[in-house]
């Protein structure tokens, strides 16, 4: 059994001085006859890595909304896998499971890690990575932050930054369908080509070649009527000169903040004068009141054979820190995931 530990603290950019990847010899009898009560030992088949997991790999006494990972155990995030022993009454051997799992082949947790049974009766029976990209957390955040904070309207400008990644593609292509016209930015030119060409997006720039502000104020002749925030820094600083009246920035996320690089955002005062709503969020307070809602869109919209999903697979246990690592280097088109 192959697990991937937290070795040290990065500084600056993740590397992979910072993982460790340990084998031990496993014996599935006695892993299961080991199960606590009320757990689960399950064969993990996919997993996902994800840019707040940069900020889980801090000192633990520095506060933030997500506690930090330990020194010397296992990185956990979110996985699917098959149940292959149960001490839980809420789960039987067999069960496909969606939870918050440790990175290794074979995990033993409680129940409470887990977050829901999938391809049962109410859930059509998809690929198992299906709910870790279309149907998952980054989707659910594009939906969130658009659909929700955004309140699109037709007609109106949306741009996205980290556009050809797993939340912005959804971002994306659920403004298009709310008729917005939609801009993108992102760091290659093969992804402005995927964009435009494969995801239906109007314009999209690559924001390593042009300079942020002219190229955003050529693709939005009529100005941005919603930005969705995915990386911070100059492109905000940008995008606040750009804004219209009563324009709505939902703040997703600021990846070129998330190394430390603490960029000054300057035109701040564009939020009063033209009265935009900034406004961040996690995609865990929303669960409750919208999660039924946007699979019930999903299921309409991104399964109807029109909604391109994405993914770059990495494959085994053992490459998860390069494809996490890769991720945030801006590696990956579409969800970064790992075949285990
Ligand atoms: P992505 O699949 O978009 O992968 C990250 C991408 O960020 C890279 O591919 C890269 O693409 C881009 N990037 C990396 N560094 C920079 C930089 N310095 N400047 C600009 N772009 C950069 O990840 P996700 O879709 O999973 O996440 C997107 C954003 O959403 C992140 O900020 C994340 O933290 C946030 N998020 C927030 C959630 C919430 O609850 N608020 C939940 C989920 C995600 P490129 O080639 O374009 O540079």
Not at 7 to 31: C, D, H, M, R, Y
Not at 136 to 157: I, N
Not at 229 to 247: D, F, I, K, Q, S
């Amino acid at each position: 059994n192959t697990k991937v530990l937290f070795k040290s603290i990065p500084e600056g950019a993740a590397n992979l001085a910072n993982f460790e990847v340990v084998s031990e010899p496993f014996n599935i009898q006695t892993a299961a006859a080991a199960l606590q009560p009320n757990s689960v030992l399950i064969k993990v088949t996919w997993l996902s890595v994800d840019p707040y997991m940069r900020g889980r790999m801090r000192k633990p006494e520095v506060a933030s909304y997500s506690a930090a990972f330990t020194l010397g155990q296992p990185f956990m995030g979110h996985g699917v896998g098959i149940v292959v022993k149960s001490t839980s009454e809420k789960f039987a051997e067999g069960d496909v499971v969606l939870g918050i799992l440790p990175w290794g082949n074979y995990v033993s947790v409680p129940e409470a890690a887990i977050t829901r049974k999938i391809n049962t009766a109410d859930a059509p029976d998809l690929p198992h990575e299906t709910y870790l990209g279309l149907l998952g957390m980054p989707s659910f955040t594009a939906y969130a932050g658009l659909v929700v904070l955004g309140k699109p309207k037709a007609g109106e400008t949306l741009f996205v930054s980290a556009a050809a990644g797993a939340v912005g593609q959804v971002v994306g292509q659920i403004g298009k369908r709310f008729g917005l016209r939609v801009v993108g930015s992102c760091g290659t030119d093969e992804k402005v080509d995927h964009l435009v060409n494969r995801l239906g997006f109007d314009a999209a720039f690559n924001y390593n070649k042009h300079p942020i502000r002219e190229k955003l104020a050529e693709l939005c002749p009529n100005g941005i009527d919603i930005y969705f925030e995915n990386v911070g820094g100059e492109t905000l600083e940008a995008v606040l000169t750009l804004m219209n009246v009563h324009g709505r920035i939902p703040v997703c996320g600021m990846i070129s903040q998330y190394d430390g690089a603490g960029y000054g955002v300057k035109n701040l005062f564009s939020v009063i004068s033209k009265r935009i709503t900034l406004q961040g969020f996690l995609v865990s307070d929303f669960y409750a009141d919208h999660h039924d809602a946007f699979l019930k869109w999903m299921f309409e919209h991104g399964l109807d054979g029109t909604f391109f999903y994405e993914q770059t697979v990495a494959n085994g246990i053992e490459n998860v820190p390069a494809a996490f690592i890769g991720m945030m280097d801006g590696k990956n088109i579409g969800k970064q995931l790992i075949k285990l």
